[in-house]
């Protein structure tokens, strides 16, 4: 519940799909959330749902590609990638919080993240 475990990364070419997913207690956390982060850059958040409304929101460059979703049964958040670019390719990493007492893609917001899970898109 606290620990947040991530998988489903793997290496594909550019233009495939993966599922990443999430083991996350969903009834104690308000917002699960998706970041990602490249050698040399910094954490970007990718996407987000909160878990009880089901609100959705999207990082601008995933939109239309991503779709992230919760499984209360599995107790799991699941990010469906399709038409993957190598700009892609990051460490993806699940992330959680009790409460939004700010922006969505801000990862200081978020107290609970997962070690991560490695995605590499090659051209």
């Known amino acids: 519940q606290v620990q947040l475990v991530e998988s489903g990364g793997d290496s594909v070419e550019a233009g495939g799909s993966l599922r990443l997913s999430c083991a996350v207690s969903?009834?104690?956390?308000?917002?699960v959330a998706w970041f990602r982060q490249a050698p040399g850059r910094e954490r970007e958040g990718v996407a987000a749902i909160t878990t009880g409304r089901g609100s959705t929101y999207y990082a601008d460059s995933v939109k239309g590609r991503f779709t992230i979703s919760q499984d209360n049964a599995k107790k799991t958040v699941s990010l469906q990638m399709t038409d993957l670019k190598p700009e892609d390719s990051a460490m993806y990493y699940c992330?959680?919080?009790?409460?939004?007492?700010?922006?969505?893609?801000?990862?200081?917001?978020?107290?609970?993240w997962g070690q991560g899970t490695q995605v590499t898109v090659s051209s």
């Open positions: 992330a959680a919080a009790l409460r939004l007492g700010g922006l969505w893609y801000r990862a200081s917001n978020f107290d609970y």
């Open positions: 969903l009834s104690i956390y308000y917002i």
